[in-house]
């Protein structure tokens, strides 16, 4: 039956471990959550504020079933967002989507309905009336889903004033900034110029050359230590980490401020250049440094003319060079720096999953991430894990969320799913009870723990 007891679990050790697993405390180490939402702890206005207006993943599949973009971030009321959502909802069925927003119902607010257009309304007004209570602000709902730890992603020009207000106040969730310089990296991008006069100014420092700007970032960077931060994180397309001198990438720097224009190939090494800097930094501090690869960003080009980026409108690319650009970073760095490589196409899991395995133990395979947290995609990932390099390095389960509600149902798909996979391969006579048990909840808890040094 759907969403039962049983619901994922296919065996009866399957359903052992998950008992033993479901109510450990949740360690989230990447996540997009809001942390002025949380330290601001208002009460949500309505279901669709908790549910939609931040996922895109809910934005991609009304697109996909017709509903005018008036109705997904455009001028229409909440509700009647949510009605038209209702409308196509059962069209979700078999993306984990539905199952994601079904969980949230039963578990946080014990509604058992499945959503329609039938019964849209009464779901609306009973998500209404129970959000008026305090259980429902957003840092009771994290003490609510348990979640011990959550890191959420940072620009470098962040002050994390938020951040400061939390860790001083009652708030029993520990709530970590990581350090992510995406935009000091992007050098062709249009506001590339405007972003180092920006970092020149949160630092202090007129940023003139290369020097400069590495000097600025270092200063955001131990800001962040400062206030607790254990990893940085890298939206990489291309893992593009060649070495490159400094005498090279500040000629690259300078021609960039002056003429405005570089080439593809000046480019790829300027993020060489900054991506092994980034390295060093984060040796220095003992951080985690998280690369996730392979997002095409903005492949839409109505989508991002008329919304901007980050709307939706993103793509994996199985043709995507991995161990090229990356084995000179991973050779530099071997033995000194705590790597989570992520993919976000499949078929680089044997890739990735080998590099790991070729690395040794400071160097692992990050969560099934975007298009593959789901249970396919998690399971396919988890099997392949245990078999070519080892469950007890992989990275865990992080929820890559930008909603709070996210963290329960998201980890409890994960914890479902891995739970499976672990009873199946016992009851098949691949591993003994009592290690299942223990990889399971080392993998659920210890082990991120232990990487990130929570």
């Known amino acids: 039956m759907f969403l039962d007891d049983d619901y994922l679990l296919t065996n009866p050790t399957a359903r052992q471990i998950y008992q033993e697993i479901k109510d ?67 069209d979700f069925v078999g993306n984990p989507v539905y199952e994601w927003i079904h969980l949230d119902l039963k578990r946080r607010f014990g509604i058992e309905a499945l959503i329609n257009e039938r019964n849209a309304e009464t779901i609306w007004n009973q998500v209404k009336e129970l959000i008026k209570q305090d259980e429902f602000r957003p840092q009771a709902l994290l003490e609510h889903m348990n979640v011990e730890i959550m890191c959420t992603t940072d620009d470098p020009l962040d002050s994390l004033e938020h951040h400061k207000v939390l860790k001083d106040s009652s708030c029993k969730t520990k709530i970590l900034p990581t350090w992510r310089p995406d935009k000091a990296m992007q050098i062709r991008k249009e506001e590339f110029v405007n972003y180092i006069k920006h970092l020149g100014r949160r630092t202090s420092i007129e940023i003139n050359v290369l020097a400069d700007l590495i000097k600025g970032l270092q200063i955001t960077h131990d800001h962040f230590e400062n206030m607790g931060t254990k990893a940085s994180d890298h939206g ?203 990889t399971a909840r080392y993998i659920c808890y210890e082990r991120k723990k232990q990487l990130f040094n929570f």
């Not at 959550?33 to 549910?51: F, L, M, P």
């Not at 697109?63 to 997904?72: A, D, L, Q, S, T």
């Not at 839409?300 to 939706?312: M, R, V």
């Open 236 to 438: 990489i397309e291309i893992p593009y980490a060649r070495d490159i001198s400094d005498e090279k990438a500040n000629k690259i720097f300078q021609k960039r401020l002056k003429t405005g224009e570089i080439t593809e190939q000046e480019e790829k090494a300027f993020k060489s250049y900054m991506l092994h800097r980034f390295g060093e930094m984060n040796v220095r501090s003992d951080w985690v440094m998280q690369l996730h690869i392979g997002a095409v960003r903005d492949i839409c080009d109505s989508l991002y003319q008329t919304l901007g980026p980050d709307s939706g409108g993103d793509i994996s690319n199985h043709l995507i060079p991995i161990v090229e650009p990356l084995k000179n970073f991973l050779n530099k760095f071997d033995g000194r720096l705590k790597i989570v490589l992520y993919v976000l196409d499949p078929n680089h899991y044997s890739t990735i999953a080998t590099l790991t395995r070729a690395f040794g133990e400071k160097v692992n395979l990050g969560a099934a991430w975007w298009f593959n947290d789901s249970p396919i995609g998690m399971k396919r990932q988890l099997e392949y894990i245990g078999s070519v390099d080892l469950f007890m390095n992989f990275a865990g389960m992080v929820s890559d969320s930008r909603k709070l509600m996210s963290y329960g149902s998201r980890t409890e798909m994960f914890r479902r799913v891995l739970s499976d996979v672990l009873g199946t391969q016992v009851e098949k006579g691949q591993i003994p009870p009592n290690l299942a048990l223990k």
């Open 24 to 90: 450990l405390p949740i360690i989230d180490a990447h996540n997009h959550a809001d942390v002025k939402e949380i330290k601001e702890n208002n009460k949500y206005s309505d279901i669709w504020q908790i549910e939609a207006a931040t996922d895109h993943y809910v934005w991609e599949l009304l697109r996909k079933r017709g509903v005018k973009e008036k109705y997904i971030t455009g001028s229409a009321s909440n509700k009647e967002k949510w009605m038209k959502m209702a409308e196509v909802f059962e």
